[in-house]
């Protein structure tokens, strides 16, 4: 199962990275965040799963569809340009990612982690996650609250011709 | 569970090398395409490398509640750069009709 999801997340985004047309990289996208959902319901996270395909699959990617087709603009990325630039990326990209991974399959620190924490944890819920909000973080919910607000406002500033 | 058996069958390092993984191919996106949506999506992408690792190691704690605190403040915040970043696009769109960041790289017009 955890083999498949991943599989459906790192394909979903490499068709991303390599899609020409952007409304076929944008449904890619999306199967990349249900595949992210799918390893949180595997993580024992059903709440967190249900939250992604909500806010990531329901709300933000239809808003970036929209915006897509609201612009329509059917131009061609120049593909040679800055050929060195793009190399030199695509080689730093390479060399961090095999460190990165290298780096955590040899950490003891995690494998200890992985070792003690390996019996499965009950099922994250609702109330659980709204016990702890409510009375540890609630200044943070507020604040959550008002930078929402805020971005709102800020986007129908940005957009709105004369406002 | 250690070393590749842990990437095939969910161990933590599994997850934490899909995070990462998921975290330079967003990266690639940003630094390789040039279509401003497709590198806005790059940056969702790196988002959710970070969601994966964090509640990948909150399973491995013992479920812990604070990591969904922490995944809930994520996705606020993502939700806040969608929408303010597609307004930003949707100006420069208005002003220069091009979604090519190439094609935005002065501030005067």
Same mark, same amino acid.
């Given at each position: 199962?955890?083999?498949?999801? #991943?599989?459906? +997340?790192?394909?979903?985004?490499?068709? /991303?990275?390599?899609?020409?047309?952007?409304?076929? #990289?944008?449904?890619? /996208?999306?199967?990349?965040?249900?595949?992210?959902?799918?390893?949180?319901?595997?993580?024992?996270?059903?709440?967190? *799963?249900?939250?992604?395909?909500?806010?990531? &699959?329901?709300?933000? /990617?239809?808003?970036?569809?929209?915006?897509?087709?609201?612009?329509?603009?059917?131009?061609?990325? #120049?593909?040679? *340009?800055?050929?060195?630039?793009?190399?030199?990326?695509? *080689?730093?990209?390479?060399?961090?990612?095999?460190?990165?991974?290298?780096?955590?399959?040899?950490?003891?620190?995690?494998?200890?982690?992985?070792?003690?924490?390996?019996?499965?944890?009950?099922?994250? &819920?609702?109330?659980?996650?709204? &016990? +702890?909000?409510?009375?540890?973080?609630?200044?943070?919910?507020?604040?959550?609250?008002?930078?929402?607000?805020?971005?709102?406002?800020?986007?129908? #500033?940005? +957009?709105?011709?004369?406002? | !569970?250690?070393?590749?058996?842990?990437?095939?069958?969910?161990?933590?390092?599994?997850?934490?090398?899909?995070?990462?993984?998921?975290?330079?191919?967003?990266?690639?996106?940003? $630094?390789?395409?040039?279509?401003?949506?497709?590198?806005?999506?790059?940056?969702?992408?790196?988002?959710?490398?970070?969601?994966?690792?964090?509640?990948?190691?909150?399973?491995?704690?013992?479920?812990?509640?604070?990591? !969904?605190?922490?995944?809930?403040?994520?996705?606020?915040?993502?939700?806040?750069?969608?929408?303010?970043?597609?307004?930003?696009?949707?100006? $420069?769109?208005?002003?220069?009709?091009?979604?090519?960041?190439?094609?935005?790289?002065?501030?005067?017009?």
């Amino acid at each position: 199962m955890f083999i498949t999801f #991943a599989l459906i +997340t790192l394909l979903g985004a490499l068709g /991303m990275l390599l899609q020409k047309n952007v409304v076929v #990289a944008g449904l890619c /996208m999306v199967a990349a965040f249900f595949g992210v959902a799918g390893l949180f319901v595997l993580l024992a996270n059903p709440v967190a *799963a249900a939250l992604q395909i909500i806010v990531y &699959t329901g709300a933000i /990617m239809v808003l970036v569809l929209f915006v897509i087709m609201m612009l329509n603009s059917h131009e061609e990325e #120049a593909g040679a *340009a800055r050929p060195v630039q793009r190399w030199l990326s695509l *080689a730093l990209i390479a060399v961090l990612a095999f460190a990165a991974v290298k780096l955590v399959l040899a950490s003891a620190g995690l494998n200890a982690l992985a070792v003690k924490g390996a019996e499965m944890p009950q099922a994250m &819920t609702l109330q659980k996650v709204g &016990t +702890t909000l409510f009375a540890d973080h609630l200044l943070g919910f507020e604040v959550a609250g008002l930078v929402l607000l805020a971005a709102m406002i800020g986007a129908v #500033a940005l +957009t709105k011709r004369n406002l | !569970m250690t070393g590749m058996d842990a990437i095939l069958h969910g161990g933590l390092q599994g997850y934490l090398v899909v995070a990462i993984l998921l975290f330079f191919l967003g990266l690639a996106a940003v $630094l390789l395409r040039r279509t401003l949506l497709l590198q806005f999506m790059g940056v969702e992408l790196m988002l959710n490398a970070a969601n994966v690792a964090l509640l990948a190691f909150a399973r491995f704690r013992g479920g812990d509640a604070q990591a !969904m605190v922490f995944y809930l403040f994520i996705i606020a915040v993502a939700a806040c750069e969608a929408a303010i970043g597609l307004a930003l696009i949707i100006g $420069l769109y208005r002003h220069r009709d091009t979604t090519d960041s190439d094609r935005a790289a002065s501030l005067k017009q």
